[in-house]
């Protein structure tokens, strides 16, 4: 029993798996939104948010599912106390990097929108992306998982 006890995360390690699950789910929420565009949609884009849209290669949508929905499994498995949270947040971030990292990389968005303006809210992305994995490996060597 006192073994139990001792292993039970802190309140603010369900507090902070509590907030990485709503983060999950804002994710979940901004690729739903970009999954389904539709022509009305796009067409209410200006011109270069749409040609920058349809040029999305095919399987963007799936690193973009795969980085929110790797989040939200990996703050419910942490709420749950699951180790298999480390894998999904890990999944989660590596495709994070490639998403953000082919966004940069492989178009014009910084030089058309300016660095200020497209690459700070990624960072953030990606930071706390990172924290995530680091959380939960964290809980894992303390033993709050199972």
């Known amino acids: 029993m006192a073994?139990?006890?001792?292993?039970?995360p802190p309140l603010w390690f369900r507090v902070v798996a509590l907030l990485m699950t709503l983060w999950g789910a804002a994710?979940?929420?901004a690729f739903y939104g970009h999954a389904t565009t539709g022509p009305a949609q796009l067409a209410a884009l200006p011109d270069?948010?749409?040609?920058?849209?349809?040029?999305?290669?095919?399987?963007?949508?799936?690193?973009?599912?795969?980085?929110?929905w790797g989040g939200l499994l990996g703050g419910i498995a942490l709420m749950l106390r699951r180790r298999i949270a480390?894998?999904?947040?890990?999944?989660?971030?590596?495709?994070?990097?490639?998403?953000?990292?082919w966004v940069f990389a492989a178009t014009d968005l910084i030089a058309?929108?300016?660095?200020?303006a497209v690459v700070p809210f990624p960072l953030v992305i990606f930071a706390i992306a990172l924290g995530q994995?680091?959380?939960?490996?964290?809980?894992?060597?303390?033993?709050?998982?199972?």
């Open 133 to 146: 994995l680091a959380v939960a490996r964290h809980a894992d060597a303390r033993g709050w998982l199972r």
């Open 86 to 101: 480390s894998l999904f947040l890990a999944l989660s971030l590596l495709a994070v990097a490639v998403q953000f990292g």
């Open 112 to 116: 058309v929108k300016g660095a200020a």
């Open 48 to 68: 270069y948010e749409r040609g920058f849209f349809l040029a999305l290669p095919d399987w963007f949508v799936w690193i973009y599912a795969i980085a929110t």
């Open 3 to 8: 073994e139990t006890l001792f292993r039970l």
């Open 27 to 29: 994710g979940v929420f």
